[in-house]
T-cell receptor, first 110, second 109 residues
Framework: NAGVTQTPKFRILKIGQSMTLQCTQD?????MYWYRQDPGMGLKLIYY???????DKGEVPNGYNVSRSTTEDFPLRLELAAPSQTSVYFC?????????FGQGTRLTVV | GQQLNQSPQSMFIQEGEDVSMNCTSS?????WLWYKQDPGEGPVLLIA?????ELTSNGRLTAQFGITRKDSFLNISASIPSDVGIYFC?????????FGTGTSLTVIP
């Protein structure tokens, strides 16, 4: 019953550092998404993927990169962390009807 | 992106009271979804609605897909302390999901 699993749960980065947020799902969903959630705001789409090897930009892609080499995994990469990237990041997958979310990664850039 | 207007932004209610919240949009959606998010956790799906006019219940929760396909509401009956959290609506168009800004619910015992 794993569903969507995100790691790490928390991370503090210094400005300019890089990191990869991991996301994996065991439901064989083709569609996967990365969102960021800021206080008082709805979820904003960063990147999404409609299947292995296919990714596309969402509403707020600047400063991020993704890859989708397998159906299960959809990592999000921050190359040069900036304070504006302090947020809670959620990965989600869907069979094209309902979206299922991971538990989130809380990232602080100082 | 598409804008979902969710109201109210926050609610403070007594235990046992009923709660109602809604989402409206200028766009037509294929699916309406309602999620609950507890502090430090990801959103958890409560109810999914797939066609205009559909009324669906999940225990004390009832949600409806508006006839115009541009709105949805969620009702919670006889609230209990564990109903505390943030409730989000979401609409789906194709392979994209759009989210409301959430309703923060506080239940006073």
């Amino acid at each position: 019953n794993a569903g969507v699993t995100q790691t790490p749960k928390f991370r503090i980065l210094k400005i300019g550092q890089s990191m990869t947020l991991q996301c994996t799902q065991d439901m064989n969903h083709n569609y996967m998404y990365w969102y960021r959630q800021d206080p008082g705001m709805g979820l904003k789409l960063i990147y999404y993927s409609v299947g292995a090897g296919i990714t596309d930009k969402g509403e707020v892609p600047n400063g991020y990169n993704v890859s989708r080499s397998t159906t299960e995994d959809f990592p999000l990469r921050l190359e040069l962390a900036a304070p504006s990237q302090t947020s809670v990041y959620f990965c989600a997958s869907t069979p094209m009807t309902e979206a299922f979310f991971g538990q989130g990664t809380r990232l602080t850039v100082v | 992106g598409q804008q979902l207007n969710q109201s109210p932004q926050s609610m403070f209610i007594q235990e046992g009271e009923d709660v109602s919240m809604n989402c409206t949009s200028s766009s037509i959606f294929n699916t309406w979804l309602w999620y609950k998010q507890d502090p430090g956790e990801g959103p958890v799906l409560l109810i999914a609605l797939y066609k205009a006019g559909e009324l669906t219940s999940n225990g004390r929760l009832t949600a409806q897909f508006g006839i115009t396909r541009k709105d949805s509401f969620l009702n919670i009956s006889a609230s209990i302390p564990s109903d505390v959290g943030i409730y989000f609506c979401a609409g789906r168009i194709g392979n994209q999901f759009y989210f409301g800004t959430g309703t923060s619910l506080t239940v006073i015992p």
